[in-house]
């Protein structure tokens, strides 16, 4: 039975009328990597995946296994990294020095800066490939992200507003922030801070991710303006895999969240938590089908890349 194909039309539209939240996971950073490419810490054309990244750290690190339950777990090794080889400075440093570079902006991230509506973009990547995408475009929009590392923030989410270089701290609820003529992008597992590395922010160790699900638990990792946004649309997720347990526990708090999201006494169609929605990803297993539609998202197996030409075509260029 052949594989379905995306309802391109259905996606287009929803785009056009600002309907869709673009959720970009790790493999929408690799937009344009060439198929056959190897990553090392000298590449500057494009970014390394997850398992790559990991490899590099564990051998930085001197990890004592060679298998590769532990050497391709990126939040396992980093923290082995941060706590047993060196510390999180160092950690903060490497990742740093791995981030700052101007690698090769991608498809996906060009073809959302090319929209002709204001977007609410989610991303769990630290790169800055698509904040650079808005900027080639001359377009502004506002950063949001999630802050680690500084205990005075550890209750806040950071505010970068349309060009400025320092983000201002505000309290997930009061973010005085909605969606009107200008994009939003939010880091939700932090942001590389190239000017300056003062604001550099990483959710990457294991006890990075049980901080960050806490905080979700609480109701203190994600603005409730964002909330009330996720709530009343559908998601587009490009480049997740739900292999690894802390996306799927993501998921599952953000489910709950939406659910307990209260936008009105009584919801409209549009503001329904069980609207159907989007995920494109190449090689999806079995599991991993059947995990997407048990949260209502339909998975198709494909490149981004490729996924972006046909959506590019449908929406007329």
């Known amino acids: 039975m052949p594989e379905p194909e995306p309802p391109y039309g259905i996606i287009a539209n ?24 190897k990553w090392d810490d000298k590449t500057k054309s494009f970014l390394p995946t997850g398992r790559e990244l990991a490899h590099q750290l564990a051998d930085d690190a001197s990890l004592p296994s060679t298998d590769a339950f532990d050497r391709d777990d990126l939040s396992k090794v ?39 509506v204001p977007l609410l973009i989610v991303t769990t990547n630290y790169d800055d490939l698509i904040e650079r995408a808005f900027q080639a ?52 597992h932090g942001t590389v801070d190239r000017q300056t590395s003062k604001w550099d922010s990483y ?12 905080r979700m638990t609480g109701q203190t990792a994600i603005p409730a303006r964002l909330m009330v946004e996720f709530r009343k649309r559908r998601f587009l997720f490009l480049g997740y895999g739900l292999r690894d347990w802390n996306l799927r526990v993501m998921l599952r708090h953000l489910k709950s969240a939406l659910s307990a999201t209260e936008t009105s006494a009584t919801p409209t169609p549009e503001e329904r938590e069980d609207l159907r929605s989007w ?27 490729a996924f972006v030409d046909k959506l590019r075509e449908k929406m007329g260029g």
């Open 203 to 214: 959710v990457i160790t294991e006890e990075d991710y049980v901080d960050f699900l806490a």
């Open 14 to 37: 929803q785009l056009k009328q600002g309907n869709v939240i673009p959720f970009l996971g790790a493999g929408a950073s690799l937009s344009g990597r060439p198929a056959d490419a």
């Open 78 to 116: 980093s923290s082995y990294y941060a706590e047993v080889s060196a510390d999180r400075a160092a950690l903060l440093g490497t990742l740093h020095q791995t981030l700052d570079r101007d690698y090769q902006i991608g498809a996906i991230h060009r073809f959302l800066a090319d929209a002709d």
């Open 279 to 305: 995920a494109i990803q190449r090689n999806p297993s079995e599991l991993e089908r059947a995990l997407w539609l048990a949260r209502k998202v339909n998975i198709y197996d494909m490149e981004i890349d």
């Open 137 to 188: 475009k001359g377009k502004s929009y506002h950063l949001v992200a999630y802050p680690t590392d500084k205990d005075a923030l550890k209750a806040a989410v950071l505010w970068w507003q349309p060009g400025a270089t320092e983000p201002e701290p505000h309290a997930p609820k009061s973010l005085p922030l909605s969606l009107t003529d200008t994009t939003i992008i939010y880091k939700m």
